[in-house]
C-alpha cells in the first residue's frame, strides 16, 4: 500500500476534496472541453486571457478522478497570471515529470512534483495530462473540444 | 435488489470451482504481490488450458491454408476449421453449420448485418430500434447504416431498475421498424432482456431481430432456435475462447438473400471480369485466409464449455453474484446501479465521493481486476446521470472467497479516501 500512497499523496486528496478556481468565469475568452474517451472524464477550462497573450484568470469545471481533478487543480492555480509560453512550457516539463523523462526541477515545478507518482500508472498519465492538454488547446486557439486520444 | 442474507447463500455443492480454477493457468498469480483475483471477466476472460493447448497444438502440427490445397495439412486444417463450426452450430442449435459465419467478433457481426443486411434495404423513413443499454458496437453500426440510408435510429429506454421498458419498445416499435438490435445481457448493469417479448414485438412488427450475445455466450447455454432470432452474434473472448474469433448466426434465407460483405479470395466460386460468381453459404462471407486458429480455439471452447455444463456454470455464478450483492448491500457509501430481476454474473457500482477510476487504482494494488468507466455504454451511463462506475464481473471461476477480497479492498478505498 506505500507505493500506491505515492500516486495518491494528501496534497491530492486536499485538491480532490477543494478543487482550487472550480467553477465558471463570466464572459470568458476562450472556453474549451477536455474529454478523455477512455474513462469519459470531462472538463471545461475557462479562460480570460490578455492582449498580449497572458493568462488574467482561469477556471474549470467538470468531473474526473482524483488525479484529473488535482491536476487541473494545481494547474489553474499555477497557471493564472502566466504568459502563455510560461504555460507552455510548464507542460513540457510537467509531461516529462509524469512520463518519467524528467526530474521535475524548475520555477513552479514543486507544486507539480505531487503528480511526479503518475509516472508508475502509464494508465493513469492521461488523467494527469488532461488539464494540460486542454489548456494547450485553449491557448493555441485549436478549437472547442479536445481529446487525450 | 435481492435481500438474501450473505451467509444463507451457499454455491451449488457439486460444482467443483477449485478443478474448474486449476484449468486456468492465469489465474494462478500474483498482481502487486497479491494473488489475482479476476473480476474483469465481462471484458474479457480467461483462457483455460484445453483451449491453449488447441490453438498451439494446431499451429504445431496442423497448420496450412484452408479449402485450398490438396495436401495432407491442408485438409487437416480445413478438418479442423470447418469440424470447429459443426461443434459451434450443434452448441447454439442452429439449423446449419452454413448459418454460422466466421467473424472476429460481436462487433464485426452487428457490421455486417448492418452494411450486408440493412444498408441495401433500409430506406428514408424506415426505422432501426435499439435499446438506451447498448455497447457502443450495437449502436455504432446503426447509426452508421442509417446515415447512409436516410433510416432513423430509435432506442427503447430504460427503467431505473435497469430493465427495459417494455411499454415503450410496444410504441416504438411499429409498421416502420425494419429492424430490432439489442444485447441479450446488457454488459454495463448485467440485465438479461426479455428476449421472447422482444423477438415477438419485432415479429409482429415484420422486423428482422438482431442479438449482440456476447454477454450471454458465457453464462448461458444460448439456442438460437426456441429464441427465434434472426441474426445473433457473438465473441470468442468473452466465452473462455480466442480473441479476434466469434460467430454471425443468421436465418439460411435471410443470409442466402445478402450480397457478400467484402470480396476477395475465399468468398468466390470464378472470378473473371465479365462478373464473379460467389461462393456459397457460409463461405461467402468469408473473405481472404480466416483466422483458423481462433476457430479452432473456439470449437475447443465448445468443447470445455460442454464438459462442465452451462447449467451448472450459470448456478454457481448465480450464487456468488447473490453474495457480491448482499455484501455490497451491507457497504455504506457503496451504490449498485440498477436491480433488475435477472441479472447475469456483473456488478456495476459506484461510491460516493470516489471516482471510478480511483477504485479501480486501488483494488488493483490489492490483486483484485475490476472494469471502471463507462463500459462503451454511455447513453446508459447519461440515463443514470452518471459518468462511470466500477463494474465487477464474474465467470465460472470466481468463488465467494474472491468477492470477500473484492469487498476487503473495497474497504481500503473506503480508508484512502
Same mark, same amino acid.
Given at each position: 500500500?506505500?507505493?500506491?500512497? &505515492?500516486?495518491?499523496?494528501?496534497?491530492?486528496?486536499?485538491?480532490?476534496?477543494?478543487?482550487?478556481?472550480?467553477?465558471?468565469?463570466?464572459?470568458?475568452?476562450? %472556453?474549451?472541453?477536455?474529454?478523455?474517451?477512455?474513462?469519459?472524464?470531462?472538463?471545461?477550462?475557462?479562460?480570460?486571457?490578455? #492582449?498580449?497573450? #497572458?493568462?488574467?484568470?482561469?477556471?474549470?469545471?467538470?468531473h474526473g478522478c482524483a488525479i484529473s481533478v488535482a491536476s487541473a487543480s494545481?494547474?489553474?492555480?499555477?497557471?493564472?497570471?502566466?504568459? @502563455?509560453?510560461?504555460?507552455?512550457?510548464?507542460?513540457? !516539463?510537467?509531461?516529462?515529470?509524469?512520463?518519467?523523462?524528467?526530474?521535475?526541477?524548475?520555477?513552479?515545478?514543486?507544486?507539480?512534483? $505531487?503528480?511526479? *507518482?503518475?509516472?508508475?500508472?502509464?494508465?493513469?498519465?492521461?488523467? @494527469?495530462?488532461?488539464?494540460?492538454? %486542454?489548456?494547450?488547446?485553449?491557448?493555441?486557439?485549436?478549437?472547442? /473540444?479536445?481529446? /487525450?486520444? | 435488489?435481492?435481500?438474501?442474507?450473505?451467509?444463507?447463500?451457499?454455491?451449488?455443492?457439486?460444482?467443483?470451482?477449485?478443478?474448474?480454477?486449476?484449468?486456468?493457468?492465469?489465474?494462478?498469480?500474483?498482481?502487486?504481490?497479491?494473488?489475482?483475483?479476476?473480476?474483469?471477466?465481462?471484458?474479457?476472460?480467461?483462457?483455460?488450458?484445453?483451449?491453449?493447448?488447441?490453438?498451439?497444438?494446431?499451429?504445431?502440427?496442423?497448420?496450412?491454408?484452408?479449402?485450398?490445397?490438396?495436401?495432407?495439412?491442408?485438409?487437416?486444417?480445413?478438418?479442423?476449421?470447418?469440424?470447429?463450426?459443426?461443434?459451434?452450430?450443434?452448441?447454439?442449435?442452429?439449423?446449419?453449420?452454413?448459418?454460422?459465419?466466421?467473424?472476429?467478433?460481436?462487433?464485426?457481426?452487428?457490421?455486417?448485418?448492418?452494411?450486408?443486411?440493412?444498408?441495401?434495404?433500409? !430506406?428514408?423513413?424506415?426505422? $432501426?430500434?435499439? /435499446?438506451?443499454?447498448?455497447?457502443?458496437?450495437?449502436?455504432?453500426?446503426?447509426?452508421?447504416?442509417? +446515415?447512409?440510408?436516410?433510416?432513423?435510429?430509435?432506442?427503447?429506454?430504460?427503467?431505473?431498475?435497469? &430493465?427495459?421498458?417494455?411499454? @415503450?419498445?410496444?410504441?416504438? =416499435? *411499429?409498421?416502420?421498424?425494419?429492424?430490432?438490435?439489442?444485447?441479450?445481457?446488457?454488459?454495463?448493469?448485467?440485465?438479461?432482456?426479455?428476449?421472447?417479448?422482444? %423477438?415477438?414485438?419485432?415479429?409482429?412488427? *415484420?422486423?428482422v431481430t438482431v442479438v449482440d450475445g456476447a454477454q450471454a455466450m458465457p453464462?448461458?447455454?444460448?439456442?438460437?432456435?426456441?429464441?427465434?432470432?434472426?441474426?445473433?452474434?457473438?465473441?470468442?473472448?468473452?466465452?473462455?475462447?480466442?480473441?479476434?474469433?466469434?460467430?454471425?448466426?443468421?436465418?439460411?434465407?435471410?443470409?442466402?438473400?445478402?450480397?457478400?460483405?467484402?470480396?476477395?479470395?475465399?468468398?468466390?466460386?470464378?472470378?473473371?471480369?465479365?462478373?464473379?460468381?460467389?461462393?456459397?453459404?457460409?463461405? !461467402?462471407?468469408?473473405?481472404?485466409?480466416?483466422?483458423?486458429?481462433?476457430?479452432?480455439?473456439?470449437?475447443?471452447?465448445?468443447?470445455?464449455?460442454?464438459?462442465?455444463?452451462? &447449467?451448472?456454470?450459470?448456478?454457481?455464478?448465480?450464487?456468488?453474484?447473490?453474495?457480491?450483492?448482499?455484501?455490497?448491500?451491507? %457497504?455504506?457509501?457503496?451504490?449498485? =446501479?440498477?436491480?433488475?430481476?435477472?441479472?447475469?454474473?456483473?456488478?456495476?457500482?459506484?461510491?460516493?465521493?470516489?471516482?471510478?477510476?480511483?477504485?479501480?487504482?486501488?483494488?488493483?494494488?490489492?490483486? $483484485?481486476?475490476?472494469?471502471?468507466?463507462?463500459?462503451?455504454?454511455?447513453?446508459?451511463? +447519461?440515463?443514470?446521470?452518471?459518468?462511470?462506475?466500477?463494474?465487477?464481473?464474474?465467470?465460472?471461476?470466481?468463488?465467494?472467497?474472491? $468477492?470477500?477480497?473484492?469487498? #476487503?479492498?473495497?474497504?481500503?478505498?473506503?480508508?484512502?479516501?
Amino acid at each position: 500500500m506505500c507505493d500506491l500512497r &505515492e500516486l495518491y499523496q494528501e496534497v491530492i486528496f486536499d485538491h480532490n476534496r477543494n478543487p482550487h478556481n472550480f467553477g465558471k468565469l463570466q464572459n470568458p475568452d476562450r %472556453t474549451v472541453r477536455g474529454d478523455n474517451p477512455l474513462c469519459g472524464d470531462q472538463l471545461t477550462l475557462y479562460l480570460h486571457v490578455d #492582449a498580449d497573450g #497572458a493568462i488574467r484568470d482561469i477556471a474549470f469545471d467538470g468531473h474526473g478522478c482524483a488525479i484529473s481533478v488535482a491536476s487541473a487543480s494545481i494547474m489553474t492555480d499555477l497557471v493564472k497570471g502566466a504568459s @502563455a509560453a510560461e504555460a507552455l512550457l510548464w507542460f513540457d !516539463k510537467f509531461h516529462a515529470l509524469v512520463t518519467g523523462g524528467g526530474d521535475g526541477g524548475g520555477e513552479g515545478m514543486d507544486k507539480l512534483a $505531487v503528480l511526479g *507518482g503518475v509516472r508508475q500508472y502509464p494508465m493513469r498519465v492521461k488523467c @494527469a495530462t488532461l488539464p494540460w492538454h %486542454t489548456l494547450q488547446a485553449a491557448l493555441r486557439g485549436d478549437g472547442a /473540444t479536445v481529446s /487525450t486520444e | 435488489m435481492k435481500t438474501a442474507t450473505a451467509t444463507a447463500i451457499k454455491p451449488p455443492a457439486d460444482f467443483a470451482v477449485e478443478k474448474i480454477r486449476a484449468d486456468f493457468p492465469a489465474l494462478h498469480q500474483k498482481v502487486h504481490g497479491r494473488p489475482l483475483v479476476y473480476l474483469d471477466n465481462a471484458a474479457s476472460a480467461q483462457k483455460p488450458q484445453a483451449v491453449i493447448d488447441a490453438i498451439s497444438d494446431y499451429y504445431r502440427r496442423d497448420h496450412a491454408n484452408v479449402h485450398r490445397g490438396v495436401h495432407t495439412l491442408s485438409q487437416r486444417a480445413t478438418d479442423a476449421y470447418e469440424g470447429a463450426r459443426e461443434k459451434v452450430r450443434a452448441w447454439i442449435n442452429a439449423a446449419g453449420s452454413c448459418e454460422c459465419i466466421y467473424v472476429s467478433g460481436a462487433t464485426e457481426g452487428i457490421n455486417l448485418v448492418a452494411q450486408a443486411y440493412a444498408r441495401p434495404r433500409l !430506406k428514408s423513413g424506415d426505422e $432501426v430500434v435499439v /435499446t438506451v443499454s447498448e455497447h457502443h458496437s450495437n449502436i455504432v453500426p446503426w447509426q452508421m447504416v442509417c +446515415e447512409q440510408t436516410g433510416a432513423v435510429l430509435r432506442a427503447i429506454p430504460v427503467q431505473d431498475s435497469g &430493465e427495459l421498458d417494455l411499454g @415503450a419498445a410496444a410504441e416504438l =416499435i *411499429g409498421k416502420r421498424t425494419r429492424i430490432v438490435a439489442f444485447g441479450h445481457i446488457s454488459n454495463a448493469l448485467g440485465t438479461v432482456n426479455p428476449m421472447a417479448e422482444l %423477438t415477438a414485438m419485432a415479429r409482429a412488427a *415484420g422486423a428482422v431481430t438482431v442479438v449482440d450475445g456476447a454477454q450471454a455466450m458465457p453464462h448461458l447455454r444460448v439456442d438460437v432456435r426456441a429464441l427465434d432470432c434472426d441474426f445473433y452474434t457473438f465473441s470468442g473472448h468473452k466465452m473462455y475462447g480466442p480473441t479476434g474469433s466469434g460467430i454471425l448466426y443468421g436465418k439460411e434465407s435471410l443470409l442466402d438473400s445478402m450480397a457478400p460483405y467484402r470480396g476477395g479470395g475465399e468468398m468466390i466460386k470464378s472470378v473473371s471480369f465479365e462478373g464473379t460468381v460467389y461462393h456459397d453459404l457460409p463461405h !461467402k462471407f468469408e473473405a481472404g485466409t480466416p483466422f483458423i486458429a481462433g476457430a479452432v480455439g473456439l470449437g475447443a471452447t465448445v468443447d470445455y464449455l460442454g464438459g462442465i455444463g452451462m &447449467e451448472q456454470v450459470a448456478a454457481h455464478e448465480s450464487a456468488v453474484l447473490d453474495y457480491a450483492l448482499a455484501r455490497a448491500a451491507d %457497504t455504506p457509501g457503496l451504490t449498485v =446501479i440498477g436491480n433488475p430481476r435477472h441479472r447475469a454474473a456483473i456488478l456495476s457500482f459506484t461510491m460516493d465521493g470516489v471516482h471510478p477510476h480511483d477504485i479501480g487504482t486501488v483494488l488493483d494494488h490489492e490483486g $483484485v481486476a475490476v472494469r471502471t468507466g463507462h463500459h462503451c455504454a454511455q447513453p446508459l451511463m +447519461e440515463r443514470f446521470g452518471i459518468a462511470a462506475t466500477a463494474r465487477a464481473s464474474f465467470g465460472m471461476y470466481n468463488t465467494r472467497a474472491e $468477492v470477500d477480497a473484492l469487498f #476487503a479492498a473495497i474497504g481500503k478505498v473506503r480508508e484512502m479516501f
